[in-house]
């Protein structure tokens, strides 16, 4: 199945580990939970899991907030919804997507968020031939993620959630606080209560934050977590080279990652973000995103292009030409910035460090 | 426990210095670790207390405290207290420079070392410091290193050891945790509560060892370690030799260290020197919970201790220990809520109740048995902030920082010791009948100049906030730093004794033990720091606000800083200040210094440097005219056997190629003041700006702007001036005159109302005109007047060219 698809979901894509966690799993579960909250942090957070045929070792797929995956899925065994926010590039989609594999089961019972989401995407629609023909029934009810979460006793994830206007925003306060969905068409069948197991999964980025607010009374339904970007470089380096890694043997490109290629990404992006080199220089930040994800994605980018047109041989001059696509997004003047980061700091490393800073700092030129 | 920490390590401690670290109820020494400010540690010490039975209790601590161990542990103390030590190396024992020392030893209701000291007293068993004097450490210690480092605020119990090594992060790692913070509180806090009190010992001495492992011998020279721990390990040799059972209580990183000193057999002792009872000492002090966490994180102990304190406190009322973290978390919870709420962060029931089961649901996915502070700001962060994590939003999490820190503060009951500044203090406020038994503010009206009392009064006040003391602020009065105001003959200030002004009178006793020693000590050190005559004039001028004279050595300093003070700005700003004191001298009532001679050596200096300050930069132009002003007048005032040379120096600056307009025409007015036959010079300065080119002849109004400033009356004697004036302005076309408008304003600023009126009639007169339709009649609508302007052109162009 994995061959198949582009992007294979969470629960297939770490199927064996989810199986090995199910059958290692002696903690106590809440209702309708596929894996108790002590085997979803090892899911997440990585550890062993001990199954008849051995022990199984489950890698780390969230980096840099422990603390912030134990709440979240304490939460998530709660009463109350989870919304994650944060900056883009930040894993909060793939937080909330291996929550839910883990509890559920399923990650893609989803709502994505956009300024023309509606309440029957979110909540239920209805086949109109069949309504014409037989009038509201069941038959003629087609279920949205919500009413489907509801019923399944399953999480819902709703992605960019402050995208969508406030007013279809606030058509979750009843369902989150009466764990009821009353639909009026279908009379008195028309009461759906929610299976225990139910619950929503949130995720804002804080450049959204403004577009369409959160009305208080939705808030209060759910307990809020910011998912920061990482702080620590060396960090960001493996997640990279993982990140890559992973994509790599997806799309059948049998090359080692060039572990250079990861530093100078991981550097360059961690100084941009902060504003600040590692030896003290101030740099000024770009408008776009520096997030690890664009840093995972230059990174491939690169590989693939050493892939099918280097020989297997990554050329530093065609990381800088990939970095302008992704740094020089939202304006004019990231291109200058990215100019002076290169003569600044990277001239600076060039000389300090040397190695394949070196070999960066020429490419200064294909900056244009 | 055993299995984090490594299996065999209690075998280990056992087969250590002869079995001296064994937990032997029986035996005759228990040397106990412990951490600073750790409830559980307390409580476990306690129940070791109880199990063994010592004779003598021996706690880590400078010795020369000893005598206030009865102030500390009587039942009129409060806590937090602190015992302040402090040392002035005037014999220069640890570097040249002389400096003075000063540290804190905080205790909590939770210090074990607190609770080892009041459980002697409870059981009538002596009990005693052992480390070396606080002067001897330093001695023994090198520079920026252990005790001996330059911050303001150094406490005793420094825990940073404990997380020195990279130990605590693979503990961290081995055990899901991911601060140090939290790996304490689950194993030695919480689940340290389950063990007995043999079990904690050995867990403890487990961990202290392992870091012990890892530190070099060279570092602990260096900051002292080692000869604290022979001494140490002496005097718990003398107790055993005296047949006593030694319970000694000692951080838990000295422990092994000091088992080993003793199975060696003999210890050699340290060498103590004999040092002057004035230059070193200690006092018991109330302290606060905000300095003791502001001393804590890593390196002096725990953090948020009165979250720590209210679980020893319940502790020691007997509440049931299996829960006792869970009612002081949810206590804490419910505080913040309340808190929140009060501080437009609404927090609801359902926010609290989905906190407290997120809490109840960490500790269970944690593996604790309890809900700890980790998980109270779990809970809070995630019910409580509704929004990204940002200073708009963490409100809630800020007053969780602030109650697990805990604002109080601490009261000694004995005032035997009290510190003698603190003791002035109070004297001093008493004598101005000032209210000092409340933390409510007050106002006082002090009138200056009707009687002693009320200098006296200010003098205090200018003292309390030249040691920033935070005890008042001058809210309204003259100020004579900057010259306003100086009209006012009263002074309003508002005062409020808060603890902190207690802790900065106590830090600085190290500077002198009344208010009037400290204030010159404080004085003298701000003049060594100072280098530019303006600052060592404003630290002058305190001095003379705080009624202290400036000693011989002070005074040479604030020569010295004239001397070598090359910047023509600071000396005019310093020229002011000593002006204003030589004017207010007996105004005051303070003839001790004589600021007459400081205030002669700034004009010779700035006499000297006059000349070669013709061409400043632009912005700087108009400070240096008002530098030039105050210099004549002074000189003109209180040293007129300086105008001589004053006028020389203005003869040499005007007498350089390049001069800014200003500055110029400052000059020539000073000269004219000097000497009024020397107008014909301003004269014909000013016509050489009229016949220069378009770009000199702006320049004109510039020069206008200093000469006016300096001599206004050239213009009011006769008319030439005037007309020069006039030729300067309508010389000008219509956009030159709109760029040269603001320095002529300015010019003309600095007449007086009178005058101005005087100068209107004046030219309307030479235009066969009233002044007073200049003034006030109705103004010529400017194209009308540049037409007719033009007209005037033609016609005389058309009559000969007689503008030619």
Redesign the interface.
Known sequence: MEQQYIKPPVEVRYAEELKALEQSDTGRKPENWRLSPKAVRTFILGGTADTPDGKVKIRRKFYGNDPLVERCIITLAGSRGLMLVGEPGTAKTMLSELLSAACCGTSTNTVQGTAGTTEDLIKYGWNYALLLAKGPCREALVPAPLLVGMEKGIFVRFEEMTRTPAEVQDCLISVMSDRIMNIPELGDDGIVMARRGFNIIGTANTRDKGVNEMSGALKRRFNFETVAPIKDVALEKEIILRETEDLAREGHIDMPVDRDIVELLAVTYHELREGRTSEGTVVERPASVMSTAEAVSVCFQTMSHAWYYGGGKTDVGILTENLIGAVCKEEQSDIEKLKAYFRTAVRQKAEKVGGAWIAYSETEGSLR | MDSILGNGRLAQINEISGGLLRYDPEGRLMLFPVRHHSPVCSYQLIRAIDEFSPTVILVEGPENANDLIPVLTAEDTELPAAIYYFYKDKGGLINDLGQDYRCYYPFLTASPEYNALREGRKRGIPARFIDLPFCEILINTSENSGLCRPDERVSYADDAKLTRSDIYKALCEKT?V?SFDEFWEKYFEIEGLRLSAEEYYYALHSYCIMNRETENISAMTEDGTLVRERHMALRIREALDSGERVLAVTGGFHSSGIAELLSEGKIKPVRLHKIPADRQGCFPAAYSYEAADSLNGYSAGMNSPAYYDNVMKRLLSGEDKSSVFDSCSLDLLVRTADEASKKDSPV?I??TS?AE??MK??A???NISQCGL?EVR?GV???F??????PSYDMPLRILARLASGDAVGRIGDKTFQPPLVADFEKQCASHRLKISDSVQHESDVSLFSGKSGLALSRLFHRLDFLRTGFCVLAKGPDLHSGADRNRVREIWQYRRVPQVDSVLIDRTADGFTIAEACTSAAARALDGQHKSAQTAQTAVDCFLMGIPLTDEQYLSVLGSIDGDGDIFSLGNALECFSRLCSLQELYGFLDTDYKKLLSRCMEKLIYLLPYSADPPRESAARLTSIMRSMYSIAARLLPHLCPDLEKALDTMISRQQKEPTVYGTAMGLLYSFDSSRRSDAESALRGYLNGSAGIRKLGADYLCGLFTSAGDIVLADDVFLKMTDELITGFDSNDFLEILPPLKLAFSRFTPSEIRSIAHRIAQSYSSDGNDILFGEAVDEALYLFGQSIDREVISQLGGADK
């Open positions: 899901s991911s609801t359902s926010d989905a089961s997120l649901g960490l269970a996915l944690r980790a779990d962060t995630s019910a902030i509704k929004g990204e994590m940002s």
